[in-house]
């Protein structure tokens, strides 16, 4: 059933009914203009989070990816691919950085360019998520629009928006999957397109989508890659296509926009590690990682050499305890993964309805389709120990497509009457809603850890904001004590350390703390212990006077 029913099946006195119809009828409308609507879901997205900046301001930045992600933007905002290894590396060697051989993110680098167009455009990078957002959003509904009739990509597109694109982690932090979801959409909606028609501007949403996915999430990436050209190649086979046809309408122009990219890529990657063809993530982790978070990898690698007991705690015991968790426990994860996955991405009033309506969901060729493509990509992606929502976001749009056609058989197949069946989809889009309305008075929506990074940002964000009530440039010593909370971690700096108003530094020893403190005379010392309680203290040094302390109040 590609529209909505009308006439005379709902008697005139079931106004309601009338009226939900004729609303219906107007989207049915609004969705065949299919420019139109994709333009309508992304500026909705935009729109909808924008006006709620009274009540949901800026979010600041608390988790240890969440920096190294800001370290890109302001590199990539500063006019350069990488920064030099700063004197004193030591102090400000920390989590998700590299120091050597030199200062960058370990990440790929298209979040942090989404981050850097923020910065220069607004002056704040999150706002280059607000345009990710919106971005993502529009390119869900074109990839929907391949798959589905139109008003059914409508609809499924406004559950995404509902969940993903207005208030969720992904749009309240800095390391979401907006970037990988973007990429993902435009790989899973050219697959259709090319096989119905194979022609030069699905091809290169085709390249794009990889090229998107390549510098975002490179492993997912490629698993969806692999999956969606397995697809494309049986489509292909099926409908009997020359090599020389696709060579010239889909090959061809895609080859013209990767080529290049992976020229870039290769540049990128010789600026920050020194090696064309070594990614820094793997560079950060031969330096740092005991464990590989790939299931394939069953020993832990050599324990390397580590500048700090800070650095050394968080890799050996945090960061291994919970990769080998992940893998004793593999069932148990995963069942908890997938049900999370579900919850973030559908919400639990579409989980519900999907499988209450599975049997015609499986009579229906696109949702079997989208099932089959999302089961392979699981498989190849669950791969990693763990699969948090942004490890698949590349497979978000497939997730939307499996939301349109349980719609869809909701409405077709509801045992009631069809005056009945008229509220079924309005019902399922209420209670999402809803839901995501409730949300936004609680963090656990707006957080991928709940309380814990709740409370880290709280406890940065205070800091923040004491230091710069205080006139002049800081340097701010961290010393931790036992009962610290390894994830919540506070050297963090900015590209240019030494032009930054407030330089964080880990405190090592006295006579380190001291050349380090030396090597910045104009500046305020300050050391900052975090326990069980987060105590911080001026420090005013002098080679005759020796070390004076005055406390300043903190809350």
């Known amino acids: 059933m590609t529209t909505w029913r009308t006439h005379s099946c709902v008697p005139r006195s079931h106004s309601c009914e ?15 203009r299919k420019t139109l609507a994709i333009l309508l879901v992304g500026l909705t997205s935009l729109a909808a989070r924008a006006l709620l900046l009274p009540i949901l301001p800026v979010p600041k930045p608390a988790i240890q990816d969440e920096f190294s992600y800001l370290l890109a933007a302001d590199t990539f905002a500063s006019g350069r691919l990488a920064n030099p290894t700063p004197a004193f590396p030591e102090h400000f060697e920390t989590l998700q950085v590299l120091m050597h051989p030199t200062y960058a993110s370990k990440y790929p680098p298209l979040s942090g360019l989404v981050l850097a167009l923020g910065q220069k455009l607004a002056g704040q ?79 290169l949403a085709f390249a794009a989508g990889l090229a998107a996915l390549a510098n975002t999430r490179p492993y997912e990436g490629l698993v969806l890659a692999i999956v969606c050209s397995a697809g494309l190649v049986y489509g292909f086979w099926r409908r009997r296509l020359g090599i020389g046809l696709l060579a010239k309408s889909a090959i061809l122009p895609a080859a013209a926009l990767l080529v290049p990219v992976l020229a870039w890529m290769a540049y990128y990657n010789y600026r920050v590690t020194g090696n064309p063809f070594e990614l820094p993530y793997v560079e950060h982790e031969r330096q740092y990682a005991i464990w590989s978070p790939l299931l394939w990898h069953t020993a832990p690698g050599p324990t390397p050499a580590y500048s700090n007991s800070f650095l050394e705690y968080f890799w050996t015991q945090a960061d291994s305890h919970d990769k080998l968790e992940a893998r004793e426990h593999l069932l148990k994860t995963h069942v908890s993964d997938l049900f999370h996955l ?72 509801w045992p009631g009457r069809f ?34 990074d709740y409370h880290v940002r709280a ?49 090592l020893s006295p006579q380190k703390d001291l050349r380090l403190i030396e090597s910045y005379p104009a500046r305020q010392v300050w050391l900052l212990d975090d326990d069980q309680d987060l105590k911080l203290t001026r420090l005013i040094t002098s080679s005759d006077k020796g070390t004076m302390i005055t406390q300043l109040q903190y809350e």
């Open 18 to 32: 009338r009226l939900l119809l004729a609303v219906e009828n107007s989207l049915a409308t609004l969705a065949r």
């Open 125 to 203: 990078p999150w706002f280059g998520i607000l345009l990710a957002t919106g971005l993502l959003s529009a390119a869900i509904c074109w990839a929907l629009q391949g798959w589905l009739p139109a008003p059914w990509a409508l609809a499924a597109s406004a559950i995404a928006v509902v969940q993903i694109g207005i208030v969720s982690y992904w749009t309240e932090s800095y390391w979401g999957g907006t970037c990988a979801a973007i990429g993902g959409a435009l790989l899973i909606g050219a697959v259709p397109r090319l096989i119905r028609r194979p022609s030069p501007w699905p091809a």
């Open 342 to 413: 579900g919850r973030f991405y559908l919400g639990l009033p579409l989980m519900i309805c999907m499988l209450g309506f599975a049997r015609p969901l499986w009579k229906d060729p696109t949702a079997r389709s989208a099932f089959f493509l999302l089961a392979a990509f699981y498989a190849g992606a669950a791969l990693d120990a763990r699969l948090f929502p942004h490890y698949a976001a590349p497979a978000a749009a497939l997730a939307y497509i499996l939301a349109g056609c349980t719609l869809r058989a909701a409405r077709n197949a």
């Open 419 to 452: 005056s009945e069946r008229i509220y079924v989809p309005w019902a399922l889009m209420s209670a999402l809603v809803a839901i995501a309305a409730l949300g936004l008075l609680s963090p656990d929506n707006r957080y991928l850890f709940g309380s814990i």
């Open 459 to 507: 406890k940065r964000a205070s800091v923040m904001e004491k230091l710069e009530s205080v006139p002049g440039d800081h340097l701010v010593l961290v010393r931790y004590g036992p009962q610290h909370e390894p994830y919540e971690e506070f050297v963090y700096n900015r590209a240019d350390i030494d032009r930054s108003r407030v330089i964080w530094a880990r405190s």
